[in-house]
Nanobody, 126 residues
Framework: QLQLVESGGGLVQPGGSLRLSCAVSGLTLPGYYAIGWFRQAPGKEREGVSCISNSGGSANYADSVKGRFTISRDNAKNTVYLQMNSLKPEDTAIYYC??????????????????WGQGTQVTVSS
């Protein structure tokens, strides 16, 4: 049974950093799946943040996080990470780890998640 378990969220000041982790079970990476991160802020729709291919050879990002966030995967640990630097209050959201069997093209609105984790809260505030 596939499970995605996120961790690493919390409260951080603007300009700070956090690293989110997504532990994957029930599926041996790299597998056939790209892995991505989505987020949902209060009162807003969920949006794609970052996605990494099953090989780890390519990654794409939302324009709002380019240059600040970095996605990576450690297939030996069956874990995907999202390093978030220079955090802004507008990054406040619940962050979800997802599988994307169809892959992750450059346009984030074309990402089609198949399976979702339970989410982890990130709050950026002074």
């Amino acid at each position: 049974q596939l499970q995605l378990v996120e961790s690493g969220g919390g409260l951080v000041q603007p300009g700070g950093s956090l690293r989110l982790s997504c532990a994957v079970s029930g599926l041996t990476l790299p597998g056939y799946y790209a892995i991505g991160w989505f987020r949902q802020a209060p009162g807003k729709e969920r949006e794609g943040v970052s996605c990494i291919s099953n090989s780890g050879g390519s990654a794409n990002y939302a324009d709002s996080v380019k240059g600040r966030f970095t996605i990576s995967r450690d297939n030996a640990k069956n874990t995907v990470y999202l390093q978030m630097n220079s955090l802004k209050p507008e990054d406040t959201a619940i962050y979800y780890c997802v599988t994307i069997e169809a892959g992750c093209p450059r346009r984030t609105d074309l990402w089609e998640p198949d399976f979702w984790g339970q989410g982890t809260q990130v709050t950026v505030s002074s």
